[in-house]
């Protein structure tokens, strides 16, 4: 029987690579953008309501697998749903990766909540520790790219960080290219850096290359230290 893990997985390979609704409504009656500094995720979401229910929810942005399969599932299940059904569902599920008490929900939401179940394998903020991560975060600034006289996390390169309270931590990373004459070497250095952090336990660092790295992704300050702006 597959595991809470694997479905995760799978989940956010399909969604990942084959989204859905990752287009842009044309008038939507309302829209919000989120970004996340720290690994460059960008998403913008559209509704167009037709009273008090969703006619219509899409997407669109670039960023991590896990960004774009939750944006994906997301407006897969919020799709003719009302206001308050959405609400519903958005504390239950808030309330499961948070470790919060769960709300009861209606029986007509509970298998939208059980496809959004995988997705509590993404993080428990309840399971982080804050004060650690900044801690890594300033030790992953002392890390540079050897051709740019810019620290990875300025550069995009960071895609994903996780400390938990045990101490470990979970980096997700990518280089300016494929190419990168350092694509064996870098990763063991950001790790080395981590370890230096006094309460962590353990680290592990993953190169990835999708989503690709662009320029975009960098940080005000790093484009004003190479003259790009």
């Known amino acids: 029987m597959m595991d809470l893990r694997e479905l995760y997985q799978d989940i956010i ?9 990752k287009r842009a409504i044309e008038h939507p009656s309302h829209f919000a953008h989120g970004n996340n500094p720290l690994c460059g995720d960008k998403v913008t979401i559209y509704l167009k309501m037709d009273g008090e229910r969703i006619a219509d929810v899409s ?3 670039r960023g991590c697998a896990i ?19 959405a609400d519903a569902l958005f504390r239950a599920f808030h309330a499961k ?4 008490a769960e709300p009861e929900t209606a029986a007509a939401l509970e298998d939208d909540l059980d496809r959004l179940e995988p ?6 903020e309840g399971d982080k ?6 801690q890594v975060l300033e030790a992953l600034k002392t890390v540079r790219d050897p051709e740019l006289p810019v620290n990875l996390v300025d550069l995009g390169l960071i895609y994903e960080l996780v400390v938990q309270r045990d101490g470990t931590v979970y980096v997700e990373m990518t280089l300016t290219a494929p190419s990168c004459p350092v694509a064996g070497s870098l990763p063991g250095e ?7 952090v006094p309460g962590v336990t353990d680290a592990r660092v993953k190169l990835v290359w999708t989503p690709p790295w662009t320029r975009d992704r960098m940080s005000e300050e790093a484009k004003l230290e190479l003259g790009l702006l």
């Not at 390979?13 to 609704?21: C, F, I, S």
């Not at 939750?70 to 206001?83: G, N, Q, V, Y």
């Not at 997705?119 to 428990?124: M, N, S």
């Not at 950001?190 to 230096?196: D, L, P, Q, S």
Request: aromatic content about 2%.
């Open 59 to 61: 997407f669109e942005g």
């Open 13 to 21: 390979l399909d969604h990942g690579h084959h989204p859905r609704n």
């Open 97 to 100: 990766v948070t470790g919060g």
């Open 129 to 134: 520790d804050s004060a650690l991560e900044a």
């Open 119 to 124: 997705l509590t394998g993404v993080k428990a």
């Open 67 to 85: 960004s774009t399969a939750a944006a994906s599932l997301m407006t897969e299940i919020l799709k003719d749903k009302t206001i308050a059904e």
């Open 190 to 196: 950001v790790e080395k850096a981590i370890r230096t």
